[in-house]
């Protein structure tokens, strides 16, 4: 009876580590091996880290990529691996190494290169165009990476056209919110139309605006679930897979392999044979897991974190700093900083100005408290003072206006900043996605700092996030006084953001559907929304593409953020 | 006598100013009717603008694209135009639009996209696979566009070889230094080899990091060139072609088609009649013009000029603030802002502190004076007394370092902001690329603005900029004091740049090598440059990153500028 043990390493790399991703990758093979498995697989570009970008273009990392798969490959004794490189044959390859053994048996190079949203993998690679499969302990095994199984009739289908039982793909794919399913079902579909068992191994991690969220699956001939990985954190997954399941499901249905090829054959398959024999390892018996599914708020809330830490703890900061109002957003953001690092590693700030409501001030003392942070407070009075002092002439005769406003910002972002240099602690922002679309966020002033937690998170979903937080604390983590307040930038007496904006509920879907979904104005009124509302919002929108293009990166988790993913000109006079 | 009247127009357009770009083009059309032009050709994506990014994404922006061809399409009587638009195929397309006396005859689709630098293209549009030749007049014309014209073998040798006697190339090919030359001797070889005449018609003008040079150019069969569009203008090109000198030549060597087409066929080369009779249109006699060729930093100046004020007139501002501190980036960059606009519609501002030297104001007043700018003086000692003392809690213990330094240049930059709030001013900043890719920069501080005018600019060619720039004043314009002082922050007592930088004649050298030519540590050594030197130079760009990324956009004159031209991530371990 052919049998195959998979582990799939969804390990958390680092991009341009290639020391430190090279320890991870030999140390998941130690386990793997101490686990009996047969073949181990790593994610996309496991060696360098995803995405690489422009350090592609670099001679010196290219060849440092190669010099790290050698160790690799030395490393890698009494096992077959699969794992992610940049591979250089006059042009790059995004690539999939095959060792077997401590020996390099084959290279298979991505076909389909992705090249929209936050991918430029054109700009890099060129597209390799054969499919092999490989014979490992006498099972066909079809190896491809990432966009290359997202197409029917694509690589996939060629190697189970070719002999390929099991489809393994190794991917690094970017997480947002109902991704996970949204890869479920394709891959449900991929494994019951190409009637092949299929192991798909995603990168875990946060890395700038990207997480990827690991929930590595493998699913049998029909497309069920047999195994998954945890999602936003590392694991090691590992299935025995029933080969000769798939023999007979292709054996009673004979037309499986006709109607699998519906296009021609565009890519070459030969085989190459890595083991004839099964491995003799001895195979200790794997315990059973259940993983909870989690619900929206609690997967997008995990994303938040993940992407958070990794931030930090990538970038070398053990300590970060939030401007802390009171308000809904910054207390997101204190909670997500605390659950991503610990409390005492995170300190929140309270600036006071003259406009601010006493309870903004013991709201943020409460949450400080019930987070277990400690907390500054340095009142802005007196440098706001010096400031309208300083301008009194230039100023003479205007009213006051969004420039007073905005100084009390900046003066908020230059103590944030003060701080940070002084003391080495990074600064998180606290703008919503509501408020980075519409530009209601003071450039240099609370969008002033190194990452932006919450930036591709609409105000709604802020609410529940919040709700999420609170649930599964089973307390009032977060003060339900912050969460009924109504929301203000407090840069004027009695100021609330729906003087300048429509109500967050109206507002939000018009952002989704003329942000993500490129909806012309003209579509969004007819989705039922006051006219005056979307020309509005698409007005703002537009008018603050300068105020993004100098915002810090943040956690993607929507289908468009902003960032490498929405790439629109500033200076533009097109409308709607 | 086979003969043909080319106008190319050298327009400057607007991203996504569908209507007035078409005005431009039916002014244009109509002006070259007047000078009895056959054919008149226009820069690619002249409808829409280059470059459009995700714009093209936007259904909408496709539709009213197509509209406004339609007007231009009927605008034109009495004439052919060429005229580059967004086709919708099913696809989309970068394409040529070919309409004769009012009718759309035919559509060329760019065949290479460019996707590498700052260009994008795979992102959008699909690739075309057709080279036909179109019989204008009689004579057999090739269109393609920008890229296409790049590579040898190219459309262009499929065209010549289909019957084109010219090749019309529609382009918007952004300007590096030297670009000029480059392209011109590629078209003198592409002419010679495909015996053609070449008539190359670029786009002029400022898009956000980009400025589009103009410098159309028609070459003769033996690449001889026989008119030139002005660089950094717009520019009506219009000669006489003599076909005839074509047609002998090929007689003279009939193996010139088997030596052009060096490659298989790879396009279709259909034949599509436009004109059979040349037109009997009236045709004035044209008057010769000499071009004075500039150096090289006058090229570099007028670019600067040129991308400076197209940001700040197509942004719709029409007054611009900028910090004088004294110092000669700054100095430059308001000589340019000058040289875009007007003096009175510069401002400058001195922000003098306890660390200012009384040159650097005396200095910064005689600038001014000299440009004849108002010039605003704002001491800062006020406010950041006020931040020392709200902060003296928090900093009590610690010595002062780069926290004090920075609270006085973000103090400026809040200050600038203030001014720029209150009277709608655009900052623009003064960092030069030195700096920027080094991080020699207060981010919020002396990088908080809309404009980086001389990001690109290395503090070397700083120097040569405002030499030059006295050279054609043929004064002292720019005071020389500010040209021998030694650079200086200013930020703390008897701060130099060289305290932490190395000199910019040895620092330059490696920046060029580590940032344009992704040279590693390894071979900038082998240049003979100290290693110390080269490993702190690449350290501090690397470290930098996150700051460059909150950078506002400013003019790309190298052949890698900071921004969409070079995607490094932030979080990277790669060191070299």
Same mark, same amino acid.
């Given at each position: 009876m052919r049998r195959l043990r998979i582990g799939m390493a969804q390990i958390n790399t680092t991009v341009g580590d290639l020391e430190g991703n090279t320890q991870q990758i030999l140390k998941a093979t130690a386990e793997a091996r101490s686990l009996g498995v047969d073949l181990l697989t790593f994610p996309e570009l496991a060696i360098c880290g995803y995405p690489p970008e422009d350090l592609l273009l670099k001679p010196q990392f290219i060849k440092e990529n190669l010099r790290s798969l050698k160790r690799v490959v030395s490393g890698c004794s009494g096992i077959t691996i699969v794992v992610g490189f940049v591979d250089a044959k006059g042009d790059i390859y995004n690539a999939a190494a095959v060792i077997h053994d401590g020996k390099l048996v084959s290279v298979y190079h991505k076909i389909y290169l992705p090249n929209y949203g936050v991918f430029d993998e054109k700009r890099y690679f060129r597209a390799g165009s054969e499919c092999p499969v490989y014979i490992i302990g006498g099972v066909g095994i079809g190896i491809n990476i990432c966009e290359d199984i997202w197409y029917e009739a694509g690589p996939d289908t060629a190697q189970a056209y070719y002999g390929g039982e099991v489809i393994v793909n190794i991917s690094a794919s970017p997480y947002h919110f109902g991704k996970g399913n949204l890869r479920e079902k394709m891959l449900a579909t991929r494994a019951s139309e190409n009637v092949a068992i299929i192991a798909y191994n995603n990168l875990v991690g946060g890395q700038d605006e990207l997480v990827?969220?690991?929930?590595s699956i493998v699913l049998d001939e029909k497309g069920r679930v047999i195994a998954r990985g945890k999602q936003f954190e590392e694991d090691l997954v590992v299935a025995d897979l029933d080969i000769e399941a798939v023999s007979r499901r292709r054996l009673q249905n004979p037309k499986w392999r006709k109607e699998t090829l !519906?296009?021609?054959?565009?890519w070459s398959g030969a085989k190459i044979v890595v083991s004839e024999v099964p491995s003799a390892s001895p195979k200790p018996s794997l315990s059973s897991r259940q993983l909870e599914a989690r619900s929206l708020p609690g997967e997008v809330y995990g994303a938040l974190v993940l992407g958070t830490r990794d931030y930090i703890i990538k970038n070398g900061f053990d300590k970060v700093l939030i401007g802390l109002s009171g308000g809904i957003d910054s207390t997101l953001v204190a909670a997500i900083a605390v659950d991503a690092l610990?409390?005492?590693s995170v300190v929140g700030v309270a600036m006071p100005? !003259?406009?601010?409501?006493p309870a903004s001030i013991s709201d943020a003392e409460l949450l400080a408290k019930n987070l277990g942070i400690s907390l500054i407070t340095i009142p802005i009075e007196k440098v706001f003072q010096a400031y309208l002092e300083i301008l009194s002439s230039s100023f003479e005769g205007t009213k006051p206006n969004v420039a007073e406003e905005n100084i009390q910002a900046r003066i908020r972002g230059n103590i944030l900043m003060a701080l940070s240099n002084k003391f080495g602690w990074l600064v998180l922002t606290t703008s919503n996605k509501s408020e980075t679309a519409t530009g209601y966020t003071t450039l240099y002033g609370d969008m002033a700092g190194g990452f932006a937690v919450i930036k591709d998170v609409p105000k709604t979903m802020v609410y529940e996030l919040v709700g999420y937080r609170n649930s599964i604390a089973g307390s009032e983590l977060i003060p339900v006084t912050i969460i009924e307040k109504v929301p203000s930038a407090e840069l004027r007496p009695g100021q609330k953001d729906t003087d300048t904006l429509p109500s967050y509920y109206v507002l939000d879907p018009v952002l989704t559907a003329y942000v993500e979904e490129d909806k012309s104005i003209e579509q969004i009124v007819a989705m039922g929304i006051d006219e005056e509302v979307v020309k509005q919002a698409s007005r703002l929108v537009d008018a603050s593409e300068y105020k993004r293009r100098q915002a810090p990166p943040g956690v993607k988790i929507t289908t468009r953020a902003f960032g490498r993913d929405r790439r629109l000109p500033i200076t533009n006079r097109f409308k709607g």
């Open positions: 990827f969220d690991g929930n !519906r296009l021609e054959e565009r610990e409390p005492s100005s !003259r406009f601010s409501s």
